[in-house]
């Protein structure tokens, strides 16, 4: 996705060769004509996959997964990272592993918003190691519903997410996928 390349490009602060500062329009500030356009194109590549629900997880995955559930005409559901007093009943959870905060936490699912047969997208801001999108299908396949694919805005393909799911037999869809990173350098597929 050009207008996207472009924009990391133009706005986005390689600040090793691991971690990618986009908080000028994806992770702190969000670029709302951007987020809509990240969305058309997880619609047109996922058009006629018979998707049911968007789904991601809190917080920066939420708009881009709102934009595309927009733009495909479904719900979209937050996977929680942690569970309110109020939110008990009929939950699913699951632990997940996070590389970057070095410490583990809880994911979880109300499960009346994802049906048994329910076809889901899976949206997320970034795709690393893929825990956080394995902790997701667990809970998604859980729930009894089908995962169609994993849509990415940006994919770290140097690390082993995307290879990790691919392997598994699930669908990555990338839209900025980095293949090499260094301090100021950033280099796309
Ligand atoms: P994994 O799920 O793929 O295994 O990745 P990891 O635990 O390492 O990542 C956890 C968090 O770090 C996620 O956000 C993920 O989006 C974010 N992240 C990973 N790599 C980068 C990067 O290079 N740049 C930026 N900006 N973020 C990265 P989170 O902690 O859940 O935060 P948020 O969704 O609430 O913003």
Redesign the pocket.
């Known amino acids: 996705m050009e207008q996207l390349r472009q924009r990391i490009l133009a706005d986005g602060r390689a600040?090793s060769d691991?971690?990618?500062?986009?908080?000028s329009f994806?992770?702190h500030q969000v670029d709302p004509q951007l987020m809509r356009a990240v969305g058309e194109e997880f619609a047109r590549r996922f058009a006629g996959d018979g998707v049911t629900r968007v789904v991601t997880?809190?917080?920066?995955?939420i708009a881009p997964a709102v934009m595309t559930a927009l733009q495909m005409g479904v719900p979209m559901v937050i996977l929680k990272?942690s569970v309110s007093s109020i939110l008990q009943d009929g939950i699913l959870q699951t632990e997940?592993?996070?590389?970057?905060?070095n410490a583990p936490y809880q994911l979880t699912l109300k499960r009346q918003f994802v049906h048994p047969g329910d076809r889901v997208l899976l949206v997320?801001?970034?795709?690393?190691?893929?825990?956080?999108?394995?902790?997701a299908i667990r809970l998604i396949e859980q729930a009894g519903a089908e995962v169609i694919g994993v849509g990415a805005v940006?994919a770290?393909m140097f690390?082993p997410?995307a290879r990790r799911l691919r392997e598994a037999g699930y669908r990555v869809e990338p839209l900025a996928p980095i293949r090499r990173?260094a301090e100021g350098v950033i280099e796309f597929e």
């Not at 970034?126 to 902790?135: D, H, I, P, R």
């Open positions: 600040l691991r971690v990618l500062l986009v908080d994806l992770n997880i809190e917080s920066s995955g990272k997940v592993f996070s590389f970057t905060k997320d801001d970034f795709l690393a190691n893929g825990e956080a999108a394995f902790g940006i770290k690390q997410g990173m």
